[in-house]
């Protein structure tokens, strides 16, 4: 089966990330490229808020596709993941029938067809045409039993229903996968995928991103941000702020009207970039040190 989905070069894909305001490099594009040239789940890891997941959505509007999202947590079991039959209405369409004198056989052929069947997550992605992005994210939060299972999903695209049949992907989805390193993933599951690591963005990066996702932004202010989280982050923080909070600081400073960050209302902001009170406490009293060394 081929990848539903070819882009002419790495370049042409960056293009069209970068139209959905996805501000890749040179090693993301590469990966990325070639799991669909290959049709290769990616596997992307990386620190949380540094645009893992908006990989996934920013691919999926690119390909003009759905994007199938499977949120991964502990106790996550196959049937949340795959589907379920909706017994309330199997039950009451039992009574109906049987008032009817339908027959058994006819009425066991009717429970069990599309109108009383759940799709799930990866069975809507097997059935879905065209195929779609699908997001595993966070597969470190589920258990190793859960992962294992999802092997066999991603070896075969298909899956068997006793009651209903065997449904298997005509193409297979585009697949991502994000984790956070809560735990280690198997190693069958890393064989399985191609492998791009995300961590914090340079200065670059962080300023091509916040003038990608914030069009508006003063170019001053958008550089003493960039200029602050290069800073920042080198500080001994409990929670290195990512890109996603990046992004929500901008917007608050500009919702306030700041061009720069000698506003005195600076301070007051923080809670939007930081998300512990220590690092909140430890920022505010570092500010002034930071702005007399600018």
């Known amino acids: 089966m081929s990848a539903p989905t070819r882009f002419a070069s790495p370049e042409a894909l960056d293009a069209a990330l970068a139209g959905q305001g996805y501000v890749s490099d040179g090693e993301l594009r590469m990966t990325l490229y070639l799991a669909l040239a290959l049709n290769k789940p990616l596997l992307v890891e990386g620190p949380a808020g540094v645009g893992k997941t908006e990989i996934a959505k920013a691919l999926a509007a690119a390909v003009d596709t759905r994007l199938i999202r499977l949120q991964c947590y502990e106790g996550l079991d196959a049937a949340q993941a795959l589907y379920e039959w909706d017994y309330p209405r199997q039950l009451l369409e039992i009574r109906v029938q049987e008032a009817a004198g339908v027959s058994t056989d006819s009425l066991r052929d009717n429970l069990y067809s599309d109108s009383f069947l759940l799709e799930r997550p990866l069975l809507a992605a097997l059935r879905h045409s065209p195929p779609?992005?699908?997001?595993?994210?966070?597969?470190?939060?589920?258990?190793?039993?859960?992962?294992?299972?999802?092997?066999e999903i991603l070896s075969d695209w298909q899956i068997s229903i006793p009651e209903y049949g065997t449904v298997r992907a005509d193409t297979p989805p585009?697949?991502?996968?994000?984790?956070?390193?809560?735990?280690?993933?198997?190693?069958?599951?890393?064989?399985?995928?191609?492998?791009?690591?995300?961590?914090?963005?340079?200065?670059?990066?962080?300023?091509?991103?916040?003038?990608?996702?914030?069009?508006?932004?003063?170019?001053?202010?958008?550089?003493?941000?960039?200029?602050?989280?290069?800073?920042?982050?080198?500080?001994?923080?409990?929670?290195?702020?990512?890109?996603?909070?990046?992004?929500?600081?901008?917007?608050?400073?500009?919702?306030?009207?700041?061009?720069?960050?000698?506003?005195?209302?600076?301070?007051?902001?923080?809670?939007?970039?930081?998300?512990d009170p220590a690092d909140i406490d430890a920022m505010r009293a570092r500010l002034e040190d930071y702005r007399r060394s600018q």
């Open 174 to 275: 585009l697949v991502v996968i994000t984790g956070n390193r809560t735990r280690a993933l198997a190693e069958a599951t890393r064989r399985r995928c191609l492998y791009l690591w995300i961590d914090y963005p340079d200065r670059a990066k962080e300023l091509a991103v916040l003038q990608s996702r914030l069009p508006g932004i003063d170019t001053r202010l958008a550089e003493a941000i960039a200029d602050f989280l290069a800073w920042a982050r080198t500080q001994d923080l409990a929670k290195t702020p990512g890109l996603a909070e990046t992004l929500d600081w901008a917007a608050a400073l500009i919702e306030i009207g700041a061009t720069d960050l000698d506003d005195a209302r600076i301070t007051a902001t923080l809670g939007a970039l930081f998300k």
């Open 132 to 151: 779609p992005v699908l997001l595993i994210d966070e597969l470190d939060r589920a258990d190793e039993a859960f992962e294992s299972f999802l092997l």
